[in-house]
T-cell receptor, first 116, second 112 residues
Framework: SQTIHQWPATLVQPVGSPLSLECTVE??????LYWYRQAAGRGLQLLFY??????ISSEVPQNLSASRPQDRQFILSSKKLLLSDSGFYLC???????????????FGEGSRLTVL | AQSVTQLGSHVSVSEGALVLLRCNYS??????LFWYVQYPNQGLQLLLK??????LVKGINGFEAEFKKSETSFHLTKPSAHMSDAAEYFC??????????FGKGTKLSVKP
């Protein structure tokens, strides 16, 4: 069966410090991978998605970047955090687009980032 | 779906009462629609999905949703609320770009 893990679960960082959140998927190959952010009262915001190694699409210009160094690994990074980067970050995967693709997403446990 | 609208950011019901969370989508062919639940500080968990089969879809924890094309709706219901149903619920639909489009979420509170 497929599983998705992200870490760390909780992170408190000072403004201006770097960030690295990691996400890995097991039990599937060539998944689509996603990073979402939830800020208080603002629903789910899609930040990045990837359809393959080294292929990253950014939905919102911001202080963050994403990388996919391996097929089942997705990393969210920042060189210098801002206060506005605080939020709950969710990694997700979906099956590759084929016949009968529905777009169903499978989410990780989430990472709570607080920038002080 | 090109857009998904959830009516009501907060819904409060008494324990044992009917739960009704509303979701409307903009039309697309074919519509693939989902309801997810999120408990505090956790990821989203799939409750149920509509993928062009039966219009009444049953999910986990006693929830169900009915796809009504004429009303472009996919409302989530549960006959009798339980305290453990308190969570945030998200409706989502497949967009034209191949990504899921989410509603803004509805927080369900259950009063004893």
């Amino acid at each position: 069966s497929q599983t998705i893990h992200q870490w760390p679960a909780t992170l408190v960082q000072p403004v201006g410090s770097p960030l690295s959140l990691e996400c890995t998927v097991e039990g599937t190959s060539n998944p689509n991978l996603y990073w979402y952010r939830q800020a208080a009262g603002r629903g789910l915001q899609l930040l990045f998605y990837s359809v393959g190694i080294g292929q990253i699409s950014s939905e919102v210009p911001q202080n963050l970047s994403a990388s996919r160094p391996q097929d089942r690994q997705f990393i969210l990074s920042s060189k210098k955090l801002l206060l506005s980067d605080s939020g709950f970050y969710l990694c997700a995967w979906s099956a590759a687009v084929r016949a009968a693709y529905t777009g169903e997403l499978f989410f990780g446990e989430g990472s709570r980032l607080t920038v002080l | 779906a090109q857009s998904v609208t959830q009516l009501g950011s907060h819904v409060s019901v008494s324990e044992g009462a009917l739960v009704l969370l509303r979701c409307n989508y903009s039309s697309s062919v074919p519509p693939y629609l989902f309801w997810y639940v999120q408990y505090p500080n956790q990821g989203l968990q799939l409750l149920l999905k509509y993928t062009s089969a039966a219009t009444l879809v049953k999910g986990i924890n006693g929830f169900e949703a009915e796809f009504k094309k004429s009303e472009t709706s996919f409302h989530l219901t549960k006959p009798s609320a339980h305290m453990s149903d308190a969570a945030e619920y998200f409706c989502a639909g497949l967009g034209s770009q191949g990504n899921l489009i989410f509603g803004k979420g509805t927080k369900l509170s259950v009063k004893p």
